[in-house]
């Protein structure tokens, strides 16, 4: 469209030029022709025969005399008069000049100005919601066009991507607040009844058990919110160093193992040593939070396996179970913060419903990639892929 402003303007230019020029010409080519203007008085003799009418001119006397015609120049003083006799004529003409050059420019300013307005309502119509208004005739505007919608499509997503946020702040805010405020309770509670007295000597062992707990509990749930806000803050510094997923599997293996022989569940590990690059603790975290959630919700003389191992681009950690597996409806939002499909049996267990979104995160934060397979009452399979150090 640029361009084509540059045209117009280029051919108003012109035309100007052509009209001024042609007028100019006709009004002083008689005028100024250097063979009738002098600054002296010249003397020209011709036949008679030869001149069509001797006459007055602008810039010259005609006389006869013997059948000759005596030509005398006027002096350049005289020529200021004729001048004057035309001014009015070169007015009119100024005047039609400026008059057509006006109806020229309007012509050419509402072609220059009808794209605006198109492009105007275009993006009156994107802005509401609307079709595109077809801009087919104005190629130049077609790119412009697309760009408003585009941009208009990238503020809508950001709108929509806040609200998500507000949202999930003020869901996050509700929760944190419902489970810090059960343990405390209990705690207060117990405590409570330790220090008035009302608890029994056989109830004071049982209510210190259920304090130590309940406390354990809270501590867990505000180390995994300190967590979750780490990876949450982008403004941090990725930490990664060379790391073995394999040993961190083994120091896992060896933490949990009581765990699952107290539920008589068979705990297994295989795999070979796999080099990635990341954060030790986080991955220790990661692997912990999916092999502690693969034994507590487990079936009793059930089963856990935790593979690792390696590809040309990742380095993999794979926890399968035969616990009470995930309803389809629900694995989609496993990983969502204090989501718990079973919040009695969660209750029981004292689970969180952080670990898995931990777990989301932690690989978010590594560049890598999560799956779930999960059948109701048969068990789950939860596969974590990392970048393996060639893959970095």
């Known amino acids: 469209m640029e361009r084509k402003i540059y045209y117009n303007l280029a051919a108003i230019a012109t035309i100007t030029a052509i009209i ?20 002296i008085v010249k003397i020209d003799t011709y036949d008679y025969d030869s001149v069509p009418e001797a006459k007055d001119s602008n ?40 008059i057509s050059l006006y109806i020229v420019a309007s012509l050419l300013t509402s072609k220059l100005i009808e794209p605006m ?5 275009s993006i009156e119509s994107i802005l509401s919601g609307e079709e595109i208004i077809d801009t087919k005739t104005y190629e130049e505007l077609q790119p412009f066009i697309r760009t408003i919608d585009i941009q208009k499509k990238e503020i809508e997503y950001s709108i929509d ?29 117990f405590a409570e009844m330790i220090e008035t007295g009302m608890a ?33 803050d982008l403004s941090i510094k990725r930490d990664l160093t060379e790391i073995d997923l394999f040993s961190i599997g083994e120091f896992v293996y060896s933490n949990l193992l009581n765990s699952a022989k ?11 040593h796999t080099k990635i690059k990341g954060n030790q603790r986080m991955i220790e975290d990661l692997i912990f939070n999916l092999v502690d959630n693969a034994i507590k919700y487990n079936k009793i003389n059930g089963k856990v396996d935790i593979e690792i191992y390696s590809d040309s681009k990742w380095g993999i950690v794979k926890v399968s179970d035969t616990g ?26 004292n689970g969180t419903g952080l670990g898995l979104s931990i777990v989301k995160h932690t690989v978010e934060y590594h560049g890598g990639q999560l799956s779930i397979s999960s059948v109701e009452d048969e068990g789950t399979i939860i596969v974590v892929r990392l970048p393996n150090i060639d893959n970095k």
């Open 20 to 39: 001024t020029s042609i007028v100019l010409v006709f009004l002083f080519y008689d005028f100024y022709n250097p063979e009738d203007i002098t600054d």
């Open 59 to 98: 810039s010259y006397y005609d006389l006869n005399i013997d059948n000759k015609v005596v030509r005398i120049s006027k002096p350049v003083q005289n020529i200021k008069h004729a001048f004057i006799g035309i001014l009015p004529a070169m007015a009119g003409v100024l005047v039609l000049i400026l």
């Open 117 to 121: 307005k198109i492009a105007s309502r």
């Open 161 to 189: 991507q806040l609200k998500k946020s507000e949202k999930f702040r003020r869901e996050f805010t509700a929760n944190v607040s419902h489970e810090l405020k059960t343990p405390l309770t209990s705690i207060i509670g």
């Open 200 to 232: 029994k000597d056989d109830d004071i062992k049982r209510s210190a058990s259920i304090i130590y707990k309940e406390g354990n509990r809270l501590l867990g749930l505000i180390d995994s919110i300190i967590k979750l806000s780490q990876l949450d």
């Open 262 to 272: 107290e539920k008589n569940i068979y705990l297994n590990l295989e795999g070979q």
């Open 324 to 349: 009470i597996g995930i309803p389809l409806k629900y694995q989609d939002r496993i990983f969502e913060r204090f989501y718990r499909v079973d919040k009695s049996r969660s209750k029981k267990i």
